[in-house]
């Protein structure tokens, strides 16, 4: 098989090069042929030599995804792309427009293992973790097919990317690489349900992107009811892990709360949600739930207006998430999973 070229931090591919006897010179030139210039074959790389060319059609592959489905919101213009893999797996990515600029949530596996039970990419199971690029080609090929410039992004799509570490890191590399699209990690959110391990791992790199956490409960009885994960690594060693985190990187902590109702949003679990994350330096998103075929969960627009100026009142900067693309059910795993059954 050949190798996934798309994959490979500029380092590796240096490496790599030098091992065919090149000058390290042609790396860079390669690199951006794949990462700036965005061909798809490498005949395309004019400066690179023909029989250089040969060689790399020999040992590697520029891989592709194809786009199967395309729902266009006709409220706000957002995107959703359904996209077919080389394997046949279907991922999603959906585009939105904000006033500073695009976003893309993108997907970091092919279903999840998660488990969370009003979540529709953990309903048809885990398939397999994506490739680096693979998460790449996501934002490429909608850029390519909307014209657009993806200014951020987000990894909230189908997956859990903690879960796929190294290829979520190595993605990440090579997004920010200078010689790549040279994105500032500032400008990248990372959403996790909560693998604690992974969290410590994660504080190492540094990396200066945004953490949010899906924590959706504030009791582990109520949490471990909805989101399994919190059998295994428990909300006080989650919120530990918080604040390592940001005592490492500096930065402030995002926290996700679907608002369902009847099941999280009563005056206590707003206190409880104060007590928790009273004094640490983080912003709680709330979210009106999506409503999924298989659950009977849904967000009562009362009751969370109670539940917002209750955290407001307790001293948390909460905001509502303004819901995008209602028309074209952009939220994860819902396009995917009407396309495979
Ligand atoms: N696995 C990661 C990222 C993917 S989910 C995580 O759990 O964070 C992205 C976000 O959407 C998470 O906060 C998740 O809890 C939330 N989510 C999933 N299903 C939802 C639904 N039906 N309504 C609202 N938010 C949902």
Redesign the pocket.
């Known amino acids: 098989m050949k190798k996934d070229i798309l994959s490979y931090a500029p380092e590796e591919l240096s490496a790599e090069i030098e091992l065919l006897g090149e000058k390290n010179f042609r790396a860079k030139q390669i690199y951006e042929w794949l990462h700036t210039k965005r061909v798809h074959e490498f005949s395309n790389m004019s400066n690179i030599s023909s029989s250089l060319r040969t060689k790399l059609d020999e040992i590697y592959c520029i891989n592709s995804i194809k786009i199967v489905r395309k729902l266009e919101s006709a409220l706000d213009n957002t995107v959703k792309y359904l996209y077919e893999l080389p394997d046949g797996n279907h991922i999603e990515s959906v585009m939105m427009e904000y006033k500073h600029g695009n976003s893309l949530c993108i997907s970091t596996q092919v279903g ?1 293992k ?1 488990g ?1 039970n ?4 953990t309903i048809a199971g885990f398939k397999r973790n994506l490739l680096p690029s693979e998460m790449l080609l996501q934002v490429y090929t909608a850029e390519e097919d909307s014209g657009k410039h993806v200014d951020s992004i987000v ?3 189908i ?3 903690l879960d796929n570490f190294d290829n979520v890191v190595k993605f990440l590399k090579i997004l920010s690489s200078e010689t790549g699209k040279n994105l500032s990690l500032r400008h990248v959110s990372l ?3 909560g693998l604690v391990d992974r969290i410590y791992d994660l504080a190492e790199y540094r990396f200066g992107l945004t953490l ?1 956490i ?1 924590l ?1 409960a504030v009791t582990d009885e109520k949490r471990s009811s909805i989101m399994p994960v919190n059998k295994r690594y428990n909300i006080s060693q989650l919120i530990k892990a918080c604040k390592d985190y940001m005592d490492k990187t500096g930065r402030r902590i995002s926290f ?1 709360y ?1 608002v369902i109702h009847g099941v999280n949003d009563t005056a206590a679990d707003a206190e409880g949600l104060i007590r928790l994350l009273k004094g640490m330096n983080c912003h709680v998103n709330l ?1 009106p ?2 409503e ?1 075929k298989e659950r009977n ?1 849904r967000s009562d627009r009362n009751a969370l207006k109670n539940f917002a100026s209750a955290l407001e009142k307790g001293g948390l900067n909460a905001t509502i998430r303004r819901t995008l693309g209602a028309d074209i059910d952009a ?2 795993g819902q396009l995917r999973r009407e396309y495979e059954i």
């Not at 009003?118 to 990419?121: G, V």
């Open positions: 999840c998660m969370c009003f979540c529709a990419s990894l909230m799509g997956g859990e990317p959403s996790t349900c949010s899906s959706h996700e679907a979210i739930v999506n999924i969960y939220a994860c």
